[in-house]
Protein backbone atom coordinates (compact mmCIF):
# COMPACT_ATOMS: atom_id res chain seq x y z
CA UNK A 1 0.00 0.00 0.00
CA UNK A 2 1.15 3.41 -0.44
CA UNK A 3 3.18 5.28 2.83
CA UNK A 4 4.42 8.11 3.26
CA UNK A 5 6.72 8.83 5.98
CA UNK A 6 8.06 12.25 6.77
CA UNK A 7 11.65 13.21 8.74
CA UNK A 8 13.05 16.28 9.61
CA UNK A 9 10.87 18.14 11.82
CA UNK A 10 12.41 19.37 14.82
CA UNK A 11 12.64 22.97 16.58
CA UNK A 12 14.79 25.83 14.94
CA UNK A 13 15.37 29.47 15.84
CA UNK A 14 14.45 32.33 13.94
CA UNK A 15 16.77 32.56 10.42
CA UNK A 16 17.76 28.44 10.80
CA UNK A 17 17.59 25.95 8.44
CA UNK A 18 15.71 22.55 7.99
CA UNK A 19 15.57 19.83 5.51
CA UNK A 20 12.57 18.12 5.54
CA UNK A 21 12.37 14.28 3.52
CA UNK A 22 9.39 12.03 2.97
CA UNK A 23 10.18 8.40 2.06
CA UNK A 24 7.40 7.00 -0.05
CA UNK A 25 6.24 3.33 -1.12
CA UNK A 26 3.64 1.46 -3.09
CA UNK A 27 3.74 3.57 -6.02
CA UNK A 28 5.76 4.82 -8.99
CA UNK A 29 6.92 7.39 -7.73
CA UNK A 30 8.41 8.69 -10.52
CA UNK A 31 4.92 9.18 -12.37
CA UNK A 32 3.60 11.53 -9.67
CA UNK A 33 3.40 14.49 -8.49
CA UNK A 34 4.49 15.16 -5.13
CA UNK A 35 4.06 17.96 -2.41
CA UNK A 36 4.46 19.71 1.04
CA UNK A 37 1.76 21.21 3.08
CA UNK A 38 1.55 23.02 6.18
CA UNK A 39 -1.55 23.78 8.54
CA UNK A 40 -0.60 25.74 11.84
CA UNK A 41 -3.07 25.92 14.71
CA UNK A 42 -6.19 27.39 13.96
CA UNK A 43 -5.74 28.00 10.47
CA UNK A 44 -6.12 26.30 7.12
CA UNK A 45 -3.77 23.74 5.83
CA UNK A 46 -1.80 25.74 2.73
CA UNK A 47 0.13 24.68 0.45
CA UNK A 48 3.83 25.03 0.33
CA UNK A 49 5.64 23.59 -2.49
CA UNK A 50 4.83 21.17 -4.73
CA UNK A 51 6.77 19.26 -7.63
CA UNK A 52 5.93 17.18 -10.56
CA UNK A 53 7.37 13.71 -11.76
CA UNK A 54 10.09 15.53 -14.14
CA UNK A 55 11.17 18.28 -11.61
CA UNK A 56 9.13 21.02 -12.07
CA UNK A 57 8.19 23.21 -9.44
CA UNK A 58 5.80 24.94 -7.72
CA UNK A 59 6.26 27.13 -4.42
CA UNK A 60 3.25 28.64 -2.31
CA UNK A 61 3.88 32.37 -2.22
CA UNK A 62 5.24 33.26 1.45
CA UNK A 63 8.00 30.50 1.00
CA UNK A 64 9.10 31.81 -2.32
CA UNK A 65 13.27 32.32 -2.40
CA UNK A 66 13.44 30.65 0.70
CA UNK A 67 12.37 27.35 0.60
CA UNK A 68 13.30 24.21 -2.23
CA UNK A 69 11.51 21.76 -2.93
CA UNK A 70 13.17 18.64 -4.77
CA UNK A 71 13.20 14.95 -5.22
CA UNK A 72 15.32 11.66 -5.81
CA UNK A 73 12.98 9.01 -7.88
CA UNK A 74 15.95 6.96 -7.94
CA UNK A 75 15.55 6.64 -3.45
CA UNK A 76 11.65 7.26 -3.74
CA UNK A 77 12.20 10.67 -1.28
CA UNK A 78 11.08 13.91 -1.97
CA UNK A 79 12.88 16.74 0.20
CA UNK A 80 11.78 20.72 1.86
CA UNK A 81 15.22 22.42 1.99
CA UNK A 82 13.77 25.52 4.28
CA UNK A 83 16.13 28.28 4.67
CA UNK A 84 15.74 31.70 6.64
CA UNK A 85 12.51 30.37 8.88
CA UNK A 86 10.74 32.53 10.53
CA UNK A 87 8.11 32.12 13.43
CA UNK A 88 5.52 31.97 11.23
CA UNK A 89 6.23 29.10 9.24
CA UNK A 90 5.66 27.39 12.39
CA UNK A 91 3.04 24.61 11.50
CA UNK A 92 2.79 20.88 10.66
CA UNK A 93 3.98 19.71 7.59
CA UNK A 94 2.57 17.34 5.55
CA UNK A 95 3.96 15.02 2.66
CA UNK A 96 1.19 14.60 -0.27
CA UNK A 97 1.14 12.34 -3.15
CA UNK A 98 -0.73 13.38 -6.48
CA UNK A 99 -2.10 9.65 -6.80
CA UNK A 100 -5.72 10.56 -6.94
CA UNK A 101 -6.84 6.60 -8.11
CA UNK A 102 -5.05 3.50 -6.76
CA UNK A 103 -6.21 -0.53 -6.97
CA UNK A 104 -9.65 0.69 -8.32
CA UNK A 105 -10.38 3.38 -6.10
CA UNK A 106 -10.41 6.96 -5.69
CA UNK A 107 -8.20 9.58 -3.47
CA UNK A 108 -9.38 13.00 -4.84
CA UNK A 109 -6.75 14.50 -2.63
CA UNK A 110 -4.02 11.86 -2.90
CA UNK A 111 -2.64 10.30 -0.03
CA UNK A 112 -1.27 11.57 2.64
CA UNK A 113 1.92 11.27 5.13
CA UNK A 114 1.27 11.63 9.10
CA UNK A 115 3.21 15.36 9.25
CA UNK A 116 6.15 16.56 10.75
CA UNK A 117 6.04 18.95 13.82
CA UNK A 118 8.61 22.62 12.48
CA UNK A 119 8.41 24.95 15.73
CA UNK A 120 10.46 28.17 14.68
CA UNK A 121 11.27 30.50 17.68
CA UNK A 122 11.90 33.95 17.90
Known amino acids: QVQLVESGGGLVQAGGSLRLSCAAS????????MGWYRQAPGKQRELVAT???????NYGDSVKGRFTISRDNAKNIVYLQMNSLKPEDTAVYSC????????????????WGQGTQVTVSS
Open 96 to 111: NADLRFYRGRSYPQGF
Open 26 to 33: GFTFSSYA
Open 51 to 57: ISGGGST
